[in-house]
């Protein structure tokens, strides 16, 4: 399949605010279910071995007009859950039969009892994750929440998932987090041959479609991607960051590109690559999936980070890893989370010289130019004067 | 030796040059500036590239570092891009050396940037209302008077009695303009109540961004308009800031040249860091 065939399919994914192909993948069997999540992390494995699709929500984007969403929610708060409650009291997720809002910041909490107030007659979860991570303690509790999600979508489903049944479905979903590393390594090595806005479109795929189709998706992708001559352009290495939850409009991914940088490492859709490492497939399949999140998981402001001296080293490893010359650190207005620990972010990169320029967006920016402005001129200090 | 072409595309014109540099020796062998008028912007810098070949006797091969500015950012044989002010910069210092500060008037914008002896950015501020100080309104305007564009500055310099003219908003200036010419107001006051409008504005600007010596160099499509070059310089004088405002005859090709010599250094700087297959 040829790149152009997979990323016009992707941009129909991506455009498509009807969800059609999870629409479609539900309609051919009457026993199939939808299992709705918004960032930044939960255990998918749990929705798959349930016999559920996983679709991932991450609002309205550029291409919705908010308008009930405004009255649910006061002016200084970001636009995620405005335009999320739009899809829904618009009716466009009235096919799915559930919801899970992980513990991401105060919002997305509210926006939980919302949901719940909205579609009274939903499964509505508020996945909390642990913020403490001794295994007898933070372990021990996640272990539980995750056997209360289990058994939630058990009596959903009227049919009990086994160990045996999230055991497989972790083999899956270690597939496509390998081909996902593979995928964000090669655009590390070759950023030339795979553009940011191309990757992020099919990381963006993987939230609607079954992940079966997903892996077959990035297997074409890498192949055809090696494949395919583009010209190298003395652009420079830039680390993205802060765009966890709300997600940028695609013309601001492209602008920065345009502007000379590549982008060589980003925490968009940071869901697909949350656990680092290849899952065991033979053990207590929730055991597993609660050591993964307390010892071998991404880093991100929305996760509790217990030493003050350890916040950052997880980006500053991305930068060496991925020879980043600068960061860019490109945030939704009014996100918590990424917003205060930015400042922090900041001075670990100080310390470490790494240069850094920083501004905010909404999922639905349409000014372009004060952002061309910014990461031009900052691509132009990192070849010219660094 | 290092070749390097430099390629302005910019919202009404396309600006192309090469050049030759050897360590401080830099030779400037060839030029082109074309209207775009409707015409595919990236057909035409390629059209202007081929000549500045044909005119030099080069091959593509030969070409060490091909940098674009402006909106060349989608110019599919570029071998890099630099950021507008960063080459008007560049661009300044190499036809002006007195250069401290830039005043980059293009069609669609203003924008005033201050620098230091090498070229580099020191801080800017650009015009943030509309298009009354751009070179596409003057363009309408002499449409509207029905003069060439070469005769407005000339024009201008005749004026006796300028008239006043709006400084916030084109709409409200062109219609300004219509009842100065129902009233019988002549062709050259209106251009320089024109030129002074735009002047104020962009000397606001020069004040902001502390352009407080040296030379201002005029660049962009419109540097070369004496009527406003001589507004300008009325302007600073009236707000007191001890700076003069300066062109070239090559100033509409300061972004062109910078991006030019910027590739030609930042091939060497790839060079010296063996990296040089980005710039392939």
């Known amino acids: 399949m040829a790149i ?24 051919a069997d009457p026993d199939r279910k939808v299992m709705a999540y918004m960032p930044v992390y939960v255990p998918e494995e749990i929705i798959h071995a349930a016999g559920m699709m996983p679709l991932g929500i991450v609002g309205g984007g550029d291409q919705m007009e908010v308008i009930h969403g405004d009255a649910y929610y006061q002016s200084y708060i970001c636009r995620i859950p405005r335009s999320t409650i ?26 939980s009892g919302m949901w719940k107030m909205i579609h009274p007659d939903k499964f509505v979860s508020y996945f909390d994750v642990p913020q403490n991570f001794v295994d007898g303690i933070g372990g ?45 390594e090669f655009r590390s090595e070759t950023p030339w041959k795979a553009p940011a806005s191309e990757v992020y479109l099919l990381m963006r795929a993987g939230l609607v479609i079954p992940v079966e189709e997903h892996i077959a998706m990035m297997k074409d992708y890498l192949a055809a991607a090696n494949e395919e001559q583009r010209p190298l352009r003395d652009s420079c290495r830039v680390v993205i ?30 869901g697909n690559r949350w656990l680092l490492e290849d899952l065991a497939t033979d053990g207590n399949a929730l055991q597993v999936l609660a050591d993964a999140f307390l010892h071998h998981s991404a880093d991100t402001a929305a996760k509790y980070c217990t030493r003050k001296e350890d916040v950052g080293q997880f980006l500053l490893q991305s930068v060496k890893q991925h020879k980043a010359e600068g960061v860019i650190f490109a ?48 691509a132009d200090t990192l070849k010219l004067w660094s | 030796m ?58 593509e091969a030969q070409v060490d570092y091909t940098a674009t500015t402006g909106d060349g950012e989608n110019v599919p044989f570029a071998t890099g891009h630099f950021y507008s002010m960063t080459t008007h910069a560049r661009g300044a210092i190499y036809l002006e050396p007195e250069a401290r500060s830039v005043l980059d008037i293009g069609a669609l914008h ?134 003069n405002a300066r062109n070239h005859p090559d100033s509409p090709f300061a972004g062109a040249i910078g991006a030019a010599l910027w590739g030609s250094f930042r091939y060497q700087k790839l060079l010296d860091q063996g990296l040089l297959e980005k710039a392939s």
């Open chain 2, 110 to 243: 203003g924008r005033a940037i201050k620098i230091n002896d090498l070229g580099k950015v020191l801080s800017y501020r650009m015009t943030s209302q509309c298009a009354s100080g751009s070179g596409q309104f003057l363009e309408n305007i002499s449409r509207y008077l029905g003069i060439a564009q070469s005769e407005i500055g000339t024009l201008s310099l005749q004026a006796d009695e300028p008239e006043t003219v709006s400084s916030i908003c084109a709409v409200l200036a062109e219609t300004d303009v219509i009842n100065m010419v129902s009233r019988g107001i002549t062709a050259p006051n209106i251009l320089r109540g024109i030129h002074l409008s735009m002047a104020g504005r962009l000397a606001k600007l020069l004040r902001v961004v502390k352009a407080e010596d040296g030379i201002v160099f005029l660049s962009g499509g419109l540097a070369l308009d004496d009527g406003l070059l001589g507004a300008l310089n009325d302007s600073l004088t009236d707000m007191k800031l001890k700076i």
């Open chain 1, 331 to 378: 945030a939704p207005s009014f996100c918590d989370p990424a917003l205060l620990e930015r400042p922090m972010l900041t001075d670990r990169m100080t310390e470490h010289d790494v240069p850094h320029i920083s501004f905010k967006y909404a999922e639905n920016s349409g000014q372009m130019q004060p952002i061309r402005e910014q990461t031009g001129t900052f």
């Open chain 1, 241 to 270: 960051n802060g765009s966890f939850c709300e997600q940028p409009p695609l013309n601001l991914i492209k602008t920065i590109e345009m502007s000379g940088c590549y982008i060589v490492d980003d925490d968009y859709l940071l």
């Open chain 1, 140 to 184: 021990e509790y996640y272990v539980r929440e995750l056997e209360h999600l289990r058994d939630g979508f058990a009596e959903l489903t009227g049919k009990p998932i086994s160990n045996d049944a999230i055991n497989r479905s972790i083999a899956i979903y270690n597939e496509r987090r390998r081909l996902v590393r593979e995928i964000y």
């Open chain 2, 2 to 59: 290092t070749i390097s072409a430099g390629i302005d595309v910019g919202t009404g014109a396309i600006k192309a040059v090469l050049f030759e540099t050897e360590g401080e020796q830099i030779n400037w062998r060839a030029k082109r500036n074309f209207k775009i008028r409707q015409r595919d912007p990236l057909k035409l810098a390629r059209t202007a590239f081929e000549e500045l070949l044909e005119e030099t006797g080069l091959d």
């Open chain 1, 4 to 27: 152009k065939d997979i990323i016009e399919r992707c941009t129909e994914l991506f455009d498509d605010l009807e969800f059609n192909a999870a629409k479609n993948w539900k309609a």
């Open chain 1, 86 to 111: 739009e899809l829904g009291v618009t009716g466009k997720l009235d096919f799915i039969d559930g919801m899970l809002f992980p513990s991401i910041c105060d919002v997305i909490r509210n926006l």
